[in-house]
């Protein structure tokens, strides 16, 4: 059974950093193209960040670019989310998806990926 728990989340202050993990339990974490979404109270949840089986090719949304970093080790079932000069805007449930995938690109619809963790929340204070 794939299960897929987040952890990490808590409150920071603006301009600070946390990381978040994804551990992943029955799957081979190398068939597995992983992302992160984040869902803020009262809005859609959105695209974050994405990486491919192998770690050689990663996607942002354009206003964590530069700011967050996603990496992944295959061995440890591990997946993770940097982030850094956090702000209030980034204030959201952070979710882990899964999703068997063989192509380069990531994707970053959250309709394709096919499995997801209970989420982690991060609250911004200004």
């Known amino acids: 059974q794939v299960q897929l728990v987040e952890s990490g989340g808590g409150v920071v202050q603006a301009g600070g950093s946390l990381r978040l993990s994804c551990a992943a339990s029955g799957l081979s974490l190398t068939l597995y193209t992983m992302g992160w979404f984040r869902q803020a109270a009262g809005k859609e949840r959105k695209f974050v960040a994405a990486?491919?089986?192998?770690?050689?090719?990663?996607a942002y949304e354009d206003s964590v670019k530069g700011r967050f970093t996603i990496s992944r080790d295959n061995a440890k079932k591990t997946v993770n989310l940097q982030m850094n000069r956090l702000g209030p805007e980034d204030t959201a449930v952070y979710y882990c998806?899964?999703?068997?995938?063989?192509?380069?690109?990531?994707?970053?619809?959250?309709?394709?990926?096919?499995?997801w963790g209970q989420g982690t929340q991060v609250t911004v204070s200004s």
């Open positions: 990486i491919n089986r192998s770690g050689g090719g990663t």
């Open positions: 998806a899964a999703v068997r995938d063989r192509t380069w690109s990531p994707p970053m619809r959250d309709d394709a990926y096919d499995y």
